[in-house]
């Protein structure tokens, strides 16, 4: 039987061999900070703790979320940024390397996306581009079908979140996917939290699409282990001496179990709370919990 987790919050003596115990803190990030977080985060750094902040966010470029960060009060470096939209071109870049010229990618998703694959040097089609952002026309349903609208150099179909999704995107991705075109996705996150309440994740634009096909994404956010493989090749760190911090059990804590980092922190001020991981047959099971992330200040 899997033991339940630790509970930090007002116990110093745990507080501090936590804190010893690891040298990295994988930290997810949100839309806000919760008060003390600055501060602990600050603490952490002071006694040598290394922090990498790690978003399944598409939406963003690593750029972007600094400057977020620094309007957060957070001091940051784009280095210690790893987002899924990052994750994804590297993936595409450096492991894929699908041949030129059938190595496009269609971009269900946003203009993070096309920042990172631009990074990397990935040409795309799609995304933000106006040219995809508005209702199909009967012409459309014309060339579709007879080919003329398809670009054949597309090899990899990338979905993410996708603020602007519409039936003409879908159209064309699925016919890519039906064409043999790689099928990736950001990550498969059902939702997401923003302004306390919670929005349809970059799940809700690869689910249609598994309908469709039938075929199912590999996913570059959390929890994935071909995005801990990449932070660990860009960081090269001691899994052993690292410990994962989020506060969503399904990719946080899992992310951090199935990378067998040394430890996991669930923190409860997002999506998941103790009923999770205390009901029976409780799949993801947290090593310490603290009741907010300032709790770690004792």
């Known amino acids: 039987m899997t033991s339940l987790p630790k509970?930090?919050?007002?116990?110093?003596a745990s507080i501090d061999e936590f804190i010893d115990k690891f040298d990295v803190r994988v930290l997810w990030s949100g839309d806000h900070t919760f008060p003390g977080t600055v501060e602990t985060l600050e603490l952490l750094r002071s006694k040598g703790k290394k922090t990498i902040f790690v978003t399944n966010?598409?939406?963003k470029s690593r750029p972007e979320y600094q400057?977020?960060?620094?309007?957060?009060?957070?001091?940051?470096?784009?280095?210690e940024i790893f987002?899924?939209?990052y994750s994804s071109a590297i993936y595409i870049s450096r492991i894929m390397k699908l041949p030129a010229p059938k190595n496009k990618v269609f971009v269900l998703g946003e203009a993070?996306?096309?920042a990172e694959l631009r990074s990397e040097g990935v040409e795309f089609i799609g995304g933000t581009d106006p040219a995809y952002r508005r209702d199909i026309t009967p012409a459309d349903y014309k060339n579709i079908a007879d080919g003329s609208m398809l670009d054949d150099n597309i090899g990899i179909v990338l979905a993410g979140l996708d603020l602007h999704i519409n039936y003409l995107k879908f159209s064309l991705a699925?016919?890519?996917l039906q064409r043999g075109a790689k099928?990736?996705?950001?990550?498969?996150?059902?939702?997401?939290?923003s302004h306390h309440a919670f929005f349809p994740g970059a799940g809700?634009?690869?689910?249609?699409?598994?309908?469709?096909t039938g075929q199912h994404p590999i996913a570059l956010g959390k929890p994935s282990q071909a995005m801990m493989d990449s932070i660990e090749g860009k960081f090269q760190f001691d899994r052993k001496k690292t410990c994962m911090v989020g506060d969503r059990l399904d990719t946080d804590i899992r992310f951090g179990i199935e990378g067998k980092l040394g430890g996991t922190l669930a923190v409860l001020t997002g999506v998941s709370k103790k009923e999770h991981w205390e009901a029976e047959g409780a799949e993801v099971i947290p090593a310490y919990y603290v009741d907010k992330l300032s709790d770690l200040m004792g």
């Open 7 to 12: 509970h930090l919050t007002g116990d110093q």
């Open 57 to 59: 966010n598409s939406t």
């Open 67 to 79: 400057k977020k960060f620094t309007s957060l009060g957070i001091p940051s470096h784009v280095d």
């Open 83 to 85: 987002g899924s939209a």
């Open 112 to 114: 993070g996306i096309e």
């Open 174 to 176: 699925y016919q890519y």
């Open 183 to 193: 099928f990736l996705a950001t990550n498969t996150d059902s939702t997401f939290p």
């Open 204 to 212: 809700s634009i690869s689910i249609p699409l598994v309908n469709m």
